[in-house]
């Protein structure tokens, strides 16, 4: 039947659908962000003249971007953005960054479309969705619509085999693949990951590397749901979802990553697929480390990072700042005295 791309499409028109065909969708899930918002909201009014987004409980703003505003060129957009969610009913979330509380809240699940004017929106195939991000003028007519265009790309199967060596992360593993693919090696290209590696991966560890797929220009990046999927959404939903899976795939190119052969790695300017062992750049004076972003500021990430700094303090000429992605995370990461590990050590959080 195809690859997960190309069943998740079919499962969703009722029909086979293929490689290189241009089809229009139903899609589940509409996001834009505080920055993306304002073009959108022009997109929508040119389109509806006065009318309502398609769905106000599928259409989602956060506000994560330019908060609290530090201008008043941010506060007025703001205002704007809010006087138009109250207009039309959508909630704004604001606890945190939209790809951590977006799945965080239950809004995304295996089988999904989900559009979002944020490029990493691709995120959310950790879940076995097919999502990607669009302009903000896309985004208006899909929240007027609910529908958008696709071409049914073609698909990269990057397949990770090995075990992790200590003091190697999932971080790690999306350098060496960002190295071998390029910084546009997957341009309009959904990317699958597989493996026993993949496999291994808890949900936090799928959403680095699906997020990591916009950094090869991917249009999506994507992981089967399995037993690990449904654990994670348990809880977090209550509704029905389709366990869909790739099906005798035809992959454009096949990318073997061998987890156990991997050393600590860095990128370095100017690109993310400047790649180089991390020992290459071990005389280089570091300045400020942030600890957080869409990729990597989860709750696992923190405990790696506080189970290395317990009981050490930041070098005298070196700051840190340490972000949690979400309020679930900040919280959580506070009672298990991660945030005091943190700033005993002189971070910032």
């Known amino acids: 039947m195809g690859t997960l791309t190309e069943v998740i499409f079919s499962h969703k028109l009722g029909r086979t659908v293929a490689q290189g065909e241009t089809v229009v969708v139903d899609v589940d899930r509409v996001m834009s962000h505080d920055t993306t918002t304002p073009l959108a909201i022009q997109a929508f009014r040119k389109l509806t003249n006065g009318g309502r987004v398609f769905d106000s409980q599928r259409s989602h703003i956060v506000f994560d971007h330019i908060v609290p505003a530090a201008t008043i060129a941010a506060a007025t957009l703001h205002r704007d953005v809010r006087a138009f969610a ?29 559009v979002g004017a944020d490029s990493h929106t691709c ?8 999502a990607t991000g669009m302009g903000s003028t ?16 073609p698909t990269i199967n990057i397949h990770m085999t090995g075990r992790l060596p200590s003091g190697v992360y999932t971080k790690d593993v999306t350098f060496e693949m960002v190295r071998k693919v390029g910084v546009d090696g997957a341009n309009y290209r959904a990317i699958e990951y597989t493996g026993e590696l993949v496999e291994q991966m808890s949900v936090s560890e799928r959403f680095t590397i699906c ?7 991917g ?5 089967a749901p399995d037993a690990t999927t449904r654990a994670w959404l348990r809880g977090r939903i209550d509704r029905d979802y ?17 987890a156990s052969e991997l ?16 020992e290459e750049v071990e005389q280089v004076k570091i300045d400020q480390v942030f600890l957080g972003t869409c990729t990597n500021g989860r709750l ?21 700042v340490v972000v949690p992605a979400s309020r679930e995370v900040y919280l959580e990461a506070m009672r298990l005295g991660y945030l005091e590990t943190f700033i005993q050590a002189g971070a910032s959080v």
């Not at 389709?242 to 061998?258: G, H, Q, S, T, W």
Request: a negative charge; proline letters at 9%.
């Open 86 to 114: 109250q207009e039309q009913d959508i909630g704004i979330l604001q606890e945190g960054i939209c790809h951590q509380v977006m799945p965080e809240r239950g809004y995304v699940t295996p089988g999904d479309i989900i």
């Open 123 to 130: 995120t959310y195939g950790a879940l076995g969705a097919f």
């Open 138 to 153: 896309d985004i208006g007519v899909a929240y007027a619509t609910g529908r958008a265009w696709f071409l049914i790309p």
């Open 211 to 217: 997020n990591m797929a916009i950094e090869m220009g």
């Open 219 to 223: 249009k999506a990046g994507l992981v």
């Open 242 to 258: 389709p366990m869909l899976a790739p099906c005798n795939p035809r992959y454009e190119r096949v990318v073997e990553i061998d």
């Open 263 to 278: 050393s600590p790695l860095i990128a370095c300017p100017p690109d993310v697929n400047n790649v180089v062992p991390v």
């Open 300 to 320: 696992d990430d923190l405990a790696i990072a506080a189970n290395i700094m317990r009981g050490k303090t930041l070098h005298p000429q070196t700051r840190m």
